[in-house]
């Protein structure tokens, strides 16, 4: 008899093990004492299969399921819901899962919308995401899914995980990459209101995986990787992802409301970026903080048996200055600890950054690849940083900045964070003082589950 997907699977074990129960708790246990001032809602996605897999899994293919977590006048509920995208429902018709494996999928089906990457509310819509597909529209309480959402017929190809929102216009800024096809990028532009206003296709020098970017206040910024993807591998039911480190990085540079033909594509040595933190204008060149990678083993049998990033192949905080001039990039790295999943306060969001803050290998180091038990906040005005270790086997998510009030300074505020207590095999939500995260804790939520370690979080303030 052969073994089960997920006995053999680290992505199956452990708190990447799913979590298949929804349901909502209300008045949850709060040590410390939650401020006055946070009130609004932290939701988190990521992978969780609703099914056994029936093939090879990797973490990125899982359903979505969507965590909120509710703070008002001091007290916290929560709730959390699948997000019920097509394929989903077709497989509980079902009973088990339809997919296949991610490098065979099922030919009878369309690719799966999972749904499972981020939750990003703007115009009053708040949309669970993954890059492959449209975006999903869910209702704020409830978290009842409403269908997959076009902007009025609009959007006839995939959406970004990764859309950036304006502080000052309120534009919400995109991309859509088939991956398959160079030529099938199109970048995008929605108004404040949430109508679809500028769309324009860009060829990229090769087709990989773009799976963020960055904005200023003038220009839209993206990052072409030495991942290059081949369908002929695909296929043949093999990894299509390719490291070709000869063929260096690309920045692609765009202004704003630009046509595709206008990217400025600039070369940098061989590397690959999941996230960036920020970039900004700086007179006649770009300021660009990134998680850089040396080397991306995507998927790969060695990456799924090693388990552990390190070297070249963990991501560390680097800068990159575009002379838009002159044409030179200059490289230079801030850290050498491995980190993951960088912001920055979302009001700073293409403008000029001082703090940034990430996820991060903890003093134990990692005994898996996306395991985090630290964060880490950088000063990189002084060129300083801090960490707040939660201990070992403890994972920490995205580090989420929320100002203490719309006016307050940057760096003025809190840091949420989803932390895993392997102790009592459940979550919490810290709230760290943004200006001294290694100090006491302000208050920790209670969840009175696991949330699987999953991808990205936002706040959404209340009405």
Request: net charge negative; proline share 8%.
């Amino acid at each position: 008899m052969s073994q089960r997907e997920s006995d053999v699977n680290p992505y199956l074990q452990g708190n990447f093990a799913p979590w298949r129960m929804e349901g909502e708790a209300l008045d949850l246990d709060v040590e410390g004492e939650l401020p006055a001032v946070l009130r609004g809602t932290f939701y988190r996605n990521g992978p969780n299969p609703a099914y056994e897999p029936t093939g090879p899994y990797h973490w990125f293919s899982g359903d979505g399921m969507i965590h909120a977590i509710t703070l008002q006048d001091g007290r916290a509920s929560y709730r959390n819901r699948y997000v019920k995208s097509r394929g989903l429902v077709e497989e509980r018709a079902a009973g088990r899962s339809l997919s296949g494996s991610m490098f065979r999928p099922n030919p009878e089906r369309r690719p799966k919308n999972t749904a499972n990457t981020n939750i990003v509310a703007h115009a009053g819509r708040l949309f669970a995401l993954v890059e492959s597909a449209l975006p999903t529209e869910l209702t704020p309480g409830s978290l009842e899914t409403l269908g997959e959402y076009d902007f009025a017929g609009r959007l006839r190809g995939p959406m970004t995980a990764h859309p950036k929102i304006d502080p000052d216009t309120g534009d919400l800024v995109f991309f859509g990459n088939s991956i398959a096809d160079a030529a099938a990028f199109t970048y995008h532009v929605a108004d404040h209101a949430g109508a679809l206003v500028h769309s324009t296709p860009i060829t990229l020098p090769w087709a990989s995986m773009v799976h963020d970017f960055a904005i200023t206040r003038a220009h839209a910024v993206f990052l072409l990787g030495s991942l290059v993807f081949r369908p002929e591998c695909l296929a043949e039911g093999k990894n299509p992802f390719c490291w070709e480190p000869e063929r260096g990085m690309r920045i692609g540079v765009l202004p704003r409301r630009g046509e595709g033909a206008a990217v400025r594509w600039f070369e940098i040595e061989g590397g690959y970026v999941f996230h960036p933190m920020n970039a900004y204008d700086d007179g006649d060149a770009i300021v660009l903080d990134v998680a850089r990678y040396g080397r991306m083993d995507l998927m790969t049998p060695a990456a799924m048996r090693d388990r552990v990033w390190d070297g070249d192949g963990a991501a560390r905080l680097h800068r990159y200055h575009i002379d838009l001039q002159g044409g030179a990039v200059r490289s230079q790295p801030l850290d050498d600890v491995p980190i993951e999943f960088p912001r920055v306060d979302e009001r700073r969001v293409g403008r000029k950054h001082r703090f940034g803050y990430a996820a991060a290998v903890g003093p134990e180091g990692s005994p898996h690849l996306s395991l985090w038990t630290a964060v880490r906040r950088y000063d990189l005005e002084r060129g300083t940083f801090e960490s707040r270790a939660f201990g070992e086997g403890n994972g920490a998510g995205e580090p989420l900045f929320v100002p203490k009030n719309p006016e307050s300074e940057e760096g003025d505020g809190y840091l949420l964070v989803l932390v895993y207590d392997r102790t009592r095999n459940a979550s919490d939500l810290w709230v760290l003082d943004a200006q001294d995260i290694q100090g006491e804790p302000v208050a920790r939520v209670r969840l009175p589950h696991r949330v699987p370690y999953g991808f990205h979080a936002n706040w959404v303030p209340a009405a």
